[in-house]
């Protein structure tokens, strides 16, 4: 079984994912004009060295100024950009996951009035299309996370001092039931964008599940640390018969349904992805 696992040993954000997927072998060109062609910036890729690792680093260039947009703002922006229909889905489930986690720890009743300030600006918008586009290519049958190393300390932003993790990031982590855990760099390791693309893709493992490796690829963060500050990716050929899986089973009844319906209704659910569908008359 073909995998893709992230371990995140110094964190993860946006364009760390992006890097490090296109390091494995995500077509560099496709995906940057994809980027390009459904966001306002422009992006350079370059190989560069962090701490003796070989990384490849993504720059995504943004206008000089931008106002912080709503939600439903980025959700038009994305539909509009007639993106591959896996790609589109998965953009708007991550920013719906992390405008459900700003709406949570704000008190934001309504989704439509939410403002983004960090998170809505373009370089976000290119982090999430571009690392859904790249992820997607790389045609794994599953996806696994590691602990995240999310850092220490405190940061400003807009809301002022936080602590790290920042709220919202927290909020993804409780959502995504994603493990991570505090290291000795006083910064923020993990950002919003980073743990929305990991809680939508991955599953969490504490350890690295038994399989071969088929490559290892680098995604380079900006800051300078003690150590590398690159996220690391593996594509592995897993023992499929070694790892756990969840089911989850729906029910539901239906009355004054005609048999047409109902078969219509079988086969539709075996294509989107059911294991087995079973109707009781």
């Known amino acids: 079984m073909r995998s893709l696992i992230f371990n995140p040993f110094s964190g993860a954000a946006g364009d760390m994912i992006l890097g490090c997927t296109l390091d494995l072998g995500a077509d560099r060109e496709s995906v940057k004009e994809l980027i390009e062609a459904s966001a306002p910036v422009s992006v350079d890729i370059r190989e560069v060295v962090k701490k003796g690792i070989k990384a490849l680093d993504v720059r995504i260039n943004v206008p000089e100024r931008e106002h912080a947009r709503t939600y439903p703002e980025l959700v038009d922006l994305i539909k509009e950009a007639r993106l591959p229909s896996r790609v589109e889905a998965s953009a708007l489930d991550i920013f719906l996951k992390m405008a459900e986690a700003e709406a949570s720890v704000h008190g934001v009743d309504d989704l439509d009035k939410l403002h983004f300030h960090e998170v809505g600006q373009s370089d976000a918008l290119a982090d999430v299309i571009g690392s859904s586009a790249a992820i997607h290519s790389l045609g794994c049958d599953s996806v696994y996370c590691t602990p ?94 070694l790892i756990p899986d969840m089911i989850e089973v729906l029910e539901t009844n239906a009355d004054d349904v005609s048999g047409e319906v109902l078969g219509n209704l079988f086969e539709e659910l075996l294509a989107m992805g059911a294991r087995d569908v079973a109707i009781d008359a």
């Open 148 to 241: 995240i190393n999310v850092g220490s300390g405190t940061i400003e932003c807009a809301h002022g001092t936080l602590p790290v993790p920042a709220p919202a990031t927290l909020e993804l982590l409780r959502k995504g039931k994603l493990y991570f855990r505090g290291g000795n760099e006083e910064k923020e390791l993990l950002t919003p964008t980073g743990a929305a693309i990991l809680s939508h893709f991955a599953r969490p493992v504490e350890t690295f599940p038994q399989g071969r490796v088929i490559s290892i690829g680098y995604g380079a963060g900006d800051t300078e640390l003690k150590g590398p500050n690159v996220l690391q990716g593996i594509l592995s050929d897993l023992d499929s018969c």
